[in-house]
């Protein structure tokens, strides 16, 4: 078979004869591959290394809490020099980032704004040029920008005006990128798929795990883990789900390339500028940041949008292979430019998008108490990404007298899992207390009369199990 498909995507011949080895105990989950791919990739020591991830840990906690806080007027949250800040649209909201400790900027558009921006390009994709490689949400500088060949910047602005779009919201900025899919991939440990295409495991879900869509089509069969695609998107999107099959293991960890593995804790989305390290079969851990969210890139085979753009070198061969953030699963490499000798643009489908599609559960492991070990209930249930859960059991309880209701909700580790308590008004179902900080557990309290009450649960990001008990008057 030719090495290289006439779409441009790489494969990998099955080598013959591969050995099997008997299953062995698994190593502990840690972050010490990420410590020492940080040194080697960003030039940093050990100490600095773990200051740098615990700081961003810091600042992405914040960056949710702002984000939810000011609805309408956020215009994104990015990482400058260590810190967070975040774009406002009014002198009321920048007062409010700056009591969270967070340094403000006052821009015109915002972060909803900006995605109306970039939705109308994704959904005239057919008629850029191809000289336009791709385009994606620039929240520093409050733009979208379109990425062009040197020499037709001209026609990427003809398609910009075309779209109809305001101008002085887009910047076309030069570039000599040719993105391509990365297909001879491995997220953790390789996999085959059919006569022995290699391609790789991104992470572990219940049932199987995540990976690109350009690696096969739904019906295909794996080997190494054996298993099939139970649904697989490219282009437009580029994810997909493999199912595995009896005596295969999902385990919460991905492959360190250094004789270890570094634990899965949730899939919080991290900041513009947090530091990211990605696991691939080819070229291995390299680290390096988000430069933007909500990207769109076109492949020879079509365009492919909501995507996460780092400058984290890949290869052919790491296509699907996981990207973190910490101990926070973040996309599954799609494609990209460049090579890991002399650098390059590599794009990641979020995971959580993933997720919420096929309504998946992450396995983690390492990350902190199971659910049910704060909250004695015994409501539980499963969200993806976004969702939402009305409990208990999809209805409602009556309270015959005032009192006190008091709900506590414990999420998987590594999420941001919501709790709001609803009243009946006799015409709807309206909000009376709520609990949205960005950690996994809430609890809330609410002094409140006799009527007719309910839990709604949300899946702000991350997704996962979770328990909910509650008592009432």
């Not at 702002?66 to 994104?76: E, M």
């Not at 950690?439 to 709604?456: C, H, Q, V």
Request: include cysteine; glycine fraction near 14%; charged fraction near 15%.
């Amino acid at each position: 078979m030719d090495r290289r498909l006439r779409s441009g995507i790489f494969v990998a011949a099955m080598i013959a004869g591969l050995a099997t080895a008997p299953a062995a105990a698994a190593p502990a989950p840690s972050t010490d591959g990420m410590l020492a791919a940080m040194q080697r990739d960003l030039g940093l020591t050990a100490g600095q290394a773990a200051t740098r991830l615990a700081t961003e840990k810091r600042a992405n906690d914040t960056n949710l809490v702002l984000r939810k806080d000011l609805g309408d007027a956020y215009a994104g949250g990015w990482l400058a020099d260590g810190k967070l800040v975040v774009g406002v649209t009014s002198t009321g909201a920048a007062t409010s980032v700056r009591a969270h400790g967070a340094t403000a900027k006052v821009v015109s558009r915002s972060e909803k704004a900006l995605d109306t921006v970039r939705f109308s390009l994704d959904r005239n994709r057919s008629t850029a040029p191809s000289s336009v490689p791709g385009w994606y949400v620039d929240v520093p500088s409050n733009t979208v920008v379109v990425l062009s060949r040197a020499d037709a910047t001209d026609a990427a602005w003809r398609f910009v005006r075309s779209v109809r779009v305001a101008a002085d919201a887009v910047r076309v900025v030069a570039s000599d990128e040719s993105p391509r899919p990365l297909i001879d991939v491995v997220g953790g440990n390789a996999y085959y798929i059919g006569s022995g295409t290699r391609c790789s495991v991104g992470f572990s879900v219940t049932g199987g795990f995540v990976t690109a869509g350009h690696c096969g089509r739904t019906g295909a069969t794996t080997t190494q883990p054996s298993g099939r695609f139970a649904g697989s998107s490219f282009p437009g999107n580029d994810y997909a789900y493999v199912q595995v099959n009896a005596g295969n293991t999902p385990v919460g960890a991905v492959n360190n390339y250094a004789g270890g593995r570094v634990a899965v804790a949730g899939s919080q989305d991290a900041a513009v500028g947090s530091t990211v390290c990605r696991s691939g079969s080819t070229t291995g851990w390299h680290c390096g940041t988000i430069q933007a969210r909500n990207a769109s890139v076109t492949y020879p085979e079509g365009t492919i949008t909501g995507l996460i753009r780092t400058n984290v070198c890949a290869e052919p061969g790491d296509s699907g292979g996981s990207l973190l953030a910490g101990s926070q699963a973040q996309g599954v490499t799609s494609g990209g430019s460049g090579n890991c000798g002399s650098g390059g643009t590599t794009f990641f489908q979020p995971v959580n998008e993933i997720l919420q599609a096929y309504n998946l559960t992450l396995v983690t492991d390492g990350g902190g108490e199971p659910p049910g070990g704060e909250c004695e209930g015994s409501l539980t249930g499963n969200l993806a990404s976004g969702a939402s859960a009305i409990q208990p059991n999809g209805g409602y309880y009556q309270s015959t007298g005032s009192g006190a209701h008091t709900g506590c909700l414990d999420g998987p580790p590594g999420t941001d899992f919501d709790l709001y308590l609803q009243k009946w008004n006799g015409a709807s179902w309206a909000d009376v207390a709520s609990a949205t900080s960005p950690s996994p557990d809430e609890t809330l309290t609410y002094n409140g009369t006799a009527g007719y009450y309910r839990y709604r649960v949300h899946a702000y990001s991350g997704s996962g199990t979770y328990t909910l008990g509650y008592t009432r008057p």
